[in-house]
Nanobody, 126 residues
Framework: QVQLVESGGGLVQAGGSLRLSCAASGRTFSRYAMGWFRQAPGKEREFVATIGWSGISTYYADSVKGRFTISRDNAKNTVYLQMNSLKPEDTGVYYC???????????????????WGQGTQVTVSS
């Protein structure tokens, strides 16, 4: 099991930027693909971005492509989500998640992730 702690959320105006961080502990971080998901009030959890265990491969939801960037620093056991040109519809609780198997591929499916952080709130005002 891996413990994940997100940070960096907050209130920002539309068009602004935020950088989320997710610090991992408990497993060899560099062996696991990671993902970011979000959930708005009254809506289902949705995929945002995922990154492979090596950091070379990434994949994004169409709604954030070109605005968000996922990256990881395996030496620091941390995955990041840089969010630019934020929109009110980006508002929600953002969660990072880790795949449960070593060297498993990236995934946009939330049920394929074994471990989750507690989430960090992002609010974008219009």
């Amino acid at each position: 099991q891996v413990q994940l702690v997100e940070s960096g959320g907050g209130l920002v105006q539309a068009g602004g930027s935020l950088r989320l961080s997710c610090a991992a502990s408990g497993r060899t971080f560099s062996r696991y693909a990671m993902g970011w998901f979000r959930q708005a009030p009254g809506k289902e959890r949705e995929f945002v971005a995922t990154i492979g265990w090596s950091g070379i491969s990434t994949y994004y939801a169409d709604s954030v492509k070109g605005r968000f960037t996922i990256s990881r620093d395996n030496a620091k056991n941390t995955v990041y989500l840089q969010m630019n040109s934020l929109k009110p519809e980006d508002t929600g609780v953002y969660y990072c998640a880790a795949r449960g198997q070593e060297y498993a591929s990236m995934s946009f499916k939330w049920h394929e992730y074994a471990d989750w952080g507690q989430g960090t709130q992002v609010t974008v005002s219009s």
